[in-house]
């Protein structure tokens, strides 16, 4: 029996308008972020979910909460947060992302952690779903990171492959990415 999960990225947040990695510094949606969860919410009423799960991070918190507030239990969990950069978190992006893509893969961002570090608590994580959910369909509510962790783990995409085909690259944003633990 397998799992389902549908992914979700958090809304837009008062940093990603200002061109701002936020990390694991824990910023709030902005005006157009809380639209487009509760957006999100509309888009989804015919998806049926067994649980929903999203990072401990505000951001994510507030976009699951706007979105499913009231149909589904919200369940927070800190192995989905963001990558945590350290003290470049809060930083620009444009000092932050270029690091994400190349050697803050394997090592860690000054005084934080590495994209393997992020995937190695993915994995711990589905291994509690596949334990805990089999069978079921869950939806998480979370962040890049994690995501990227999911089409390296569940996908078999080595981590460029998963950065040069993330749809944020292509500004392909959409209402949920599926996968599947087997």
Partial sequence: MSLRITYFVHATTTDNQQHISSGWKDTALSELGRKQAAELGAQTRDR??????????????????????????????ARLRECNYGTLNGASSDVVEPLQATECIEKPFPAGESYEDVKAR????????????????????????????????????????AQAEDWRTAGAWQAGWEYVVD
């Avoid at 799960?53 to 589904?72: I, N, P, Q």
């Avoid at 779903?129 to 962790?149: C, F, N, T, W």
């Fill in 122 to 161: 993915i994995a711990d994580f589905l291994e509690f779903l596949k334990h805990d959910y089999e069978g079921r369909h869950v939806a998480i509510v979370a962040h890049k990171a994690p995501q990227l962790s999911l089409d390296v783990l569940l996908k078999g995409m080595t981590w460029e492959q």
């Fill in 48 to 77: 049926s979910f067994d649980a929903v799960f999203c990072s401990d991070l505000k951001r994510a918190r507030d976009t699951a909460e706007l979105a499913w507030g009231g149909m589904y239990e919200i369940l927070p969990d």
